[in-house]
């Protein structure tokens, strides 16, 4: 069976520059914030694409999304995927309400190739139903790519480890304005990570009314404990009988060195799949296919 996980983070010098600024951290933040952190330093981004190779080939993933985790740095991630165009698919953060925001998109897209763009819409305030935030969707119709909506609860724990402000608006991560937004693009694949993030229910509902919407099962999905009596096997459960298993992407959320791959989560949700009997083919669209169908394989 083919591992490809849909939701790993990439750390890079950039990004790490982008919090040393916001922190007024000293110059080498890239090397100072990740030390403090007990992290190891991301190097060059050529450098940290081929620990990410290593890693995986280690853990058996065959492919993974890779998100550029700040606006701006999309460019780090170009750069893994040029190196590696086989092992990994590139997203970025975007902010819609950037200035020339079209262009830029048209850039991430176009020049950089990059297969997703990611909208936070708590962190910056605009809902997905925003006039700013519909031309994302646009722009990824016309390159034929996918938008990525963080809907629910979001917690960034690199900024509250570093003491930076998360003044974030949950009111804007409402899945039904998302699919109010993707059935007006019923071919741009859209993703709500974390089934959700504890907007369960409404992302059940949501992708009902938008059948181009898809859930990730990626990071600890402790937003359960928002939901007494609800277990991680009633979720995957629901999501199954609700989607079927080829609207449901495998991840893990991974980021940072040492840690690397999370390898526990994957035997966690195996498991999971394991009690609920799930057959071969739901098992080889969840942890593989349904990735490869979106973002199919490029060796150049």
């Given amino acids: 069976m083919a591992i490809a996980d849909a939701h790993c983070h990439f750390f890079s010098s950039g990004f790490f520059a982008a919090l040393g600024r916001e922190a007024s951290a000293p110059d080498d933040a890239p090397v100072a914030l990740p030390a403090s952190l007990g992290w190891d330093p991301p190097g060059t981004d050529e450098a940290l694409a081929d620990r990410w190779v290593a890693e995986l080939d280690r853990h058996g993933v065959s492919r993974a999304m890779l998100i550029a985790s700040v ?4 460019g780090s991630v170009a750069t893994a995927v040029r190196a590696h ?5 590139g997203a970025f953060m975007f902010n819609p309400a950037v200035p020339h925001a079209e262009a830029r998109l048209d850039h991430a897209f176009g020049e950089l190739n990059l297969s997703t763009v990611c909208l936070f819409p708590a962190m910056h305030h605009i809902g997905p139903d925003d ?34 402000a998360n003044r974030f608006d949950m009111r804007h991560g409402d899945p039904l304005a998302v699919a109010a937004i993707a059935v007006r693009y019923p071919d741009v694949p859209v993703i709500i990570p974390h089934f959700g993030a504890g907007f369960f229910r409404a992302t059940l509902m949501a992708a009902a009314a938008a059948p181009n919407i898809l859930v990730d099962t990626s990071s600890s999905n402790s937003w359960i404990k928002f939901h007494p009596g609800l277990t991680l096997r009633d979720v995957w459960s629901r999501a199954i009988d609700c989607l079927g298993p080829t609207r449901v992407l495998f991840g893990t959320d991974s980021s940072f060195f040492p840690r690397g791959w999370q390898r526990p989560l994957f035997d ?4 999971v799949l394991d009690g609920l009997g799930a057959d071969s083919g739901a098992r080889a669209a969840i942890f593989g296919g349904n990735f490869g169908r979106i973002f199919p394989p490029s060796v150049s």
């Fill in 71 to 74: 606006p701006g740095d999309e």
């Fill in 85 to 89: 165009p086989s092992r990994f698919v």
């Fill in 131 to 164: 006039a700013a935030a519909v031309r994302v969707f646009a722009a990824a119709e016309r390159y034929g790519r996918a938008v990525f909506v963080h809907c629910g609860l979001l917690s960034i724990g690199v900024r509250a480890k570093l003491g930076l």
């Fill in 268 to 271: 966690q949700q195996t498991a």
